[in-house]
């Protein structure tokens, strides 16, 4: 899954939406129409040689010529097809990128500025496109021109054969009306040259999705898993070149709550979308209970993680329906008896439509506490032996958060709870925090510990402490 964030948006709704669609049209019409055409002339031409194989020769003239000039005349038709699906892929970036950050265009009143970037994509796209057809139009003339123009070289010579009487004058009829025959279908699939140009370059865009690397993980976990204790040993990961957790080696035991902190970028979130297999580690090894992730099923390892991400996301259906899918086996009654224990159930029910209200696309009519809010009741449902909090109340308001943490608190125990935090305060009781910093595990303890062992968790948490007292006063 993570490899998905390689792609920009607007990249993949162009391959998983225009170019699929694009795939539909070759299959159903030019593979169809230019194969019945082809076949149409060869046969065509099979029976021009049962008549008269000088004849059906001379027919053959014109088409290294032509196809000679066509090649010459195309011989830059790549490099301009190149442009113009960089070009467009550049558009339907430019135009995804556009929509999605309209808000803060016009929040810094940058309209002018990024409209005309908008604008300069448009026409890249559309100049692209008239070179490419502009190469194609005379290599293409040079095709319909010369191939119809055989006729001139057969009619005499199939004339002065009729008049040497070395061809029937019916087998003349039948060469001259098939010369005509043999070279229409040729045309007709020639006008499918830049449409098999683009299926190729469709067919290669689409492939850099299917040739990425699969997650291999069996179909049935190869081990049970007796306990939760999590153990990472000398993992190594890197997003393509860049290295971002070097040799970590950490053991969070089961039943405790583990924390993990540390600067921005030193791979907090990336140790939870590991253990979660997102991502798969470049080197070492991940356990769960003594058993290697990758010798657990997705389906096993995807009922014993409940998982709340910072990039909370709802689907646009009601409330209850993006509850259920914690578990659908639960009913509305215990869902909503998760959800007094979450707390969430006053707020659901101060909506107008309690439990029934849609969410809207994203879960965007609601604010980003209130999904959150949701997200953690519905990881709460899904009752897992391991919760990650992945930053989890990061857009909720402090009376919010502390009324979350109350809340989930009874429902945590008997659980392996790993949060990634930036606000420290909150994480203070935690049995083990987790100091991550320059791409490894700086140091480990309870926050007593690390005040006394660790300066730069002691700097960081009288920082937030610091920022937290502004605020409040």
Request: with cysteine.
């Amino acid at each position: 899954m993570g490899l998905i964030d390689d792609y920009s948006s607007g990249k993949l709704k162009d391959i998983m939406v225009e170019k699929v669609d694009k795939v539909e049209i070759t299959f159903s019409h030019v593979i169809p129409e230019v194969t019945g055409n082809v076949l149409i002339s060869i046969i065509t031409l099979i029976y021009l040689f049962h008549l008269n194989w000088k004849l059906a020769l001379l027919s053959l003239v014109i088409i290294p010529i032509s196809m000679g000039l066509y090649l010459f005349k195309m011989r830059n038709m790549q490099d301009r097809f190149d442009n113009y699906v960089k070009k467009n892929a550049t558009l339907n970036n430019t135009i995804v990128e556009y929509i999605h950050g309209i808000e803060v265009i016009k929040a810094f009143n940058q309209s002018g500025k990024e409209y005309g970037r908008l604008v300069r994509a448009v026409k890249e796209a559309a100049n692209s496109a008239i070179d490419w057809m502009r190469e194609n139009v005379f290599g293409m003339a040079i095709v319909f021109t010369l191939l119809p123009s055989t006729i001139l070289v057969v009619l005499p010579a199939g004339s002065l054969m009729y008049l040497n009487d070395t061809l029937a004058f019916d087998d003349f009829i039948m060469i001259m009306l098939l010369n005509f025959a043999l070279f229409l279908p040729l045309l007709q699939a020639a006008g499918h040259m830049d449409n098999i140009a683009l299926a190729g370059k469709t067919f290669e865009t689409i492939a850099t999705i299917l040739e990425e690397d699969d997650l291999i993980r069996p179909e049935t976990s190869k081990q049970e898993i007796k306990h939760y204790n999590i153990r990472f040993t000398n993992v190594s990961f890197g997003y393509k070149e860049e290295k971002v957790l070097e040799n970590i080696d950490l053991d969070i035991r089961e039943h405790t709550v583990s924390a993990l902190v540390g600067p921005s970028g030193s791979g907090k979130s990336t140790i939870t979308k590991l253990l979660t297999s997102f991502y798969e580690t470049d080197s070492g090894q991940i356990t769960i209970g003594n058993v290697d992730i990758k010798d657990i099923s997705l389906t096993d390892l995807n009922k014993i993680i409940a998982y709340v991400s910072q990039k909370d996301y709802l689907f646009n259906m009601s409330i209850m329906e993006n509850l259920k899918m914690g578990d659908r086996e639960k009913t509305e009654e215990e869902i909503k008896e998760i959800c007094k224990k979450c707390g969430v159930h006053d707020f659901i029910m101060s909506l107008e439509n309690g439990y029934d209200t849609m969410v809207g696309s994203k879960g965007l009519s609601l604010s980003g506490g209130e999904r959150q809010r949701i997200c953690i009741a519905r990881a709460m449902i899904k009752d897992a032996p391991i919760v990650i909090f992945d930053e989890a109340t990061a857009y909720t308001d402090p009376e919010s958060e502390e009324l979350i943490q109350r809340s989930i608190s009874e429902l945590i125990k008997n659980k392996t709870l790993l949060v990634v935090a930036h606000r420290l305060s909150t994480i203070v009781n935690s049995d083990q925090i987790i100091l991550l910093n320059n791409k490894t595990v700086e140091a480990t303890g309870t926050h007593e510990e690390l005040m006394e062992k660790s300066a730069l968790y002691r700097n960081m948490f009288n920082a937030h402490m610091e920022y937290k007292d502004e605020v409040v006063s």
